[in-house]
């Protein structure tokens, strides 16, 4: 059984290694093949795909498509609609992401106080963030309702009118944002959480043997040190609120002030128009967008926002 | 446990008469508040949903179903074939999960312990899928999925999303930790990679999994828009879809109630799973953030 001479040992070994090596290649295909099949399918393809189709005039569906260069992007980017879509998207981002931010700051600063029954509350504020947006929509839709909503009893209380916030397009806008709030409030706060309890005490306790009071402490000390969440968050946020679809559509169903970049996506392509090559040209854009947000992630992250 | 030990003399002292005061201030009456502005519009949603026509559409709402009937319920599943469209969520919840996960193992096996050129290469292709929104993939897919007649069918809803690089992403994370002579013991024992994945690294890394497959759930389940664009027919809707239909039905000021069933139908069940498995379900979707 042994081998003894060295020669066909060596031999023997290299090929065992080539034939090992050819193996790897086999049973990695076997094992990660499929997902990398899939992947390249449903997720490269239609990057290369939209390049090609933003270039036509061409209606979903239709068997004739012109060729029209880049009109769908001088489109998106110089005509009324387009621009306005920009204004949304800009709009419903910033005050998305800077009130989730926000409220969800104050609320860690609630929670990461040693009080009994956190843990439970963390959970209940955490919870709207898993929850189906075409649910959260319907139950907000009712809330709003300027006639049965509960706020518009809530209103009447103080003897105020609910104002029309489905047919005015700047309320619609408020009133999505508000509903995005809600839901991602919790996820902040969880995340500044970590971030907070990742503090050393006895910095903060140094501060307050200096003299610094709390507001001081929070904003020499806890702020600065929290910068890598922050940073995290607001990218996290930026590309989550510009993917938002369903509570959009759900509550103002064709649009109305509140077509972002995603369910101007859908409704262009899908929507009465079905204009195919021109919510190609918008994913491009969209897909551009985001990769661009995520390298400076990846590029700022390791660098400027670490205190340590 | 020493975090309780710790924490026993702090909720003491936050209840000391000198800080009772800012405990409530800056403590109970923002976190309360907090709570109710998320509690109710969920608890609204319920007790709405019992309500009778003559209690939504009024000027003096009572929080409580004065007389609580299940009309609204099946009011939903008259509109909408109600038992099959929230079948059809749950078989492609499941099936999309579980192949997804199962994928998501082995790809992840593969990258971290079957050892060949350029397979960071592919981690690295792997890991910018991650960075492709799903909606600007949409269009494409739609046409692909048509073209090889997924239109209208679950498996065309499943299908395009069964590539992972979430799910890879983190397993491969997981796997990597796992220590060397773990799969040296293996090997002397002459068990093949496919036991080995089997029999020690998925075992071992059970939370991981967990973890990841209960994202997946719950995103597989709350998805709404690639499902809206490929399923035309009722019969074949999953719950989001099927309500977007109900809300289209329904447009009279006083289909509230009906809406809030179909709202219950789709968030219960999440809610429920949430509250019995919140820890990984909190883990699994704040990754990333806590290094």
Known sequence: MAVTTPAPAAATAQRARRINKSRNYFLFILFAGPNIALILSFIYYPLFANAYFSTLDWRLGARTAHFIGLDNYTEFFTSRSGLEVWRVTIIFTLATVTGSMVLGLLMALVLNRALPGRTAARTALFSPYVLSGVGVGLVWSFIFDPRIGILSHFLAMFGATSPEWFLDRNLALVMVIAVYIWKNLGYCAVIYLAGLQSIPQDLLEAAAIDGAGPIRRFFNVTLPLLSPT??????????????????????????????????????????????????????????????????????????????? | MTDQVA????????????????????????????????????????????????????????????????????????????????????????????????????????????????????????????????????????????????????????????????????????????????????????????????????????PTIATVALVVIVNEWNNFLWPLVIIDSPEKMTLPVGLNLLRSIETQTGSYGILMAGAVVVIAPVLIVFAALQRYIVAGLTQGAVK
């Open chain 1, 230 to 308: 922050v940073f995290f968050l607001s990218i996290a946020m930026v590309l989550s609120s510009m993917q938002a679809f369903d509570i959009l559509r759900i509550m103002t169903p064709t649009g109305n002030g509140t077509n972002s970049i995603v369910f101007e996506i859908y409704l262009q392509s899908f929507g009465t128009y079905q204009r195919a090559g021109y919510a190609a040209a918008i994913s491009v854009v969209l897909f551009a967008t985001l990769f661009a947000i995520t390298a400076i992630q990846i590029r700022f992250v390791e660098r400027k926002v670490h205190y340590s």
């Open chain 2, 7 to 206: 924490e026993r003399p702090a909720w003491l002292k936050a209840l000391s008469r000198k800080n009772l005061a800012s405990t409530l201030l800056a403590g109970y009456v923002p976190m309360i508040l907090a709570l109710l502005v998320i509690a109710l519009p969920l608890l609204w949603m319920v007790v709405a949903s019992f309500k009778p026509i003559s209690e939504i559409v009024t000027l003096d709402p009572g929080f409580l179903p004065k007389s609580p009937t299940l009309d609204n319920y099946a009011a939903v599943a008259d509109r909408v074939p109600l038992a099959r469209v929230f079948l059809n969520s749950v078989i492609v919840t499941f099936v999309g999960a579980a192949i997804k996960v199962f994928l998501a193992i082995t790809t992840a096996y593969a990258l971290v312990f079957i050892e060949i050129p350029f397979r960071n290469g592919i981690f690295l292709g792997i890991l910018v899928a991650l960075m492709v929104p799903p909606e600007a993939a949409m269009l494409p897919n739609f046409l692909s999925i048509s073209s090889i007649g997924g239109r209208d069918t679950l498996w065309g809803i499943i299908l395009p999303g069964l590539g992972t690089a979430f799910g890879t992403f983190m397993l491969r994370q997981q796997f990597k930790t796992l220590p060397a002579e773990l799969m040296e013991a293996a090997e002397l024992d002459g068990a093949g990679h496919w036991r080995r994945l089997w029999q020690i690294v998925a075992p071992v890394s059970t």
